[in-house]
């Protein structure tokens, strides 16, 4: 039984360690994404091509 109370510690040790590692990584900006919003705006455009010739197909009629 003393096995199991010492796991658990163990456990709550590294899950307590990981958590604080985690933390400290968002706060020095460990995971700020630079990258896609300037990818972003390359690809916005063909999003409104696509969304523009749905509303077109949308709006004739059938022949």
Do not use: C, W
Request: hydrophobic share 45%.
């Amino acid at each position: 039984m003393s096995v199991i109370y010492i796991l658990i510690s163990i456990s709550l040790a590294l899950a307590l360690l990981f958590f604080f590692i985690f933390i400290k990584s968002v706060k020095s900006g460990q995971f700020d994404d630079s990258y896609t919003p300037s990818v972003r705006m390359l690809f916005e455009d063909e999003t409104k091509i696509s969304s523009k010739k749905q509303s077109i197909s949308k709006t004739k009629p059938n022949s």
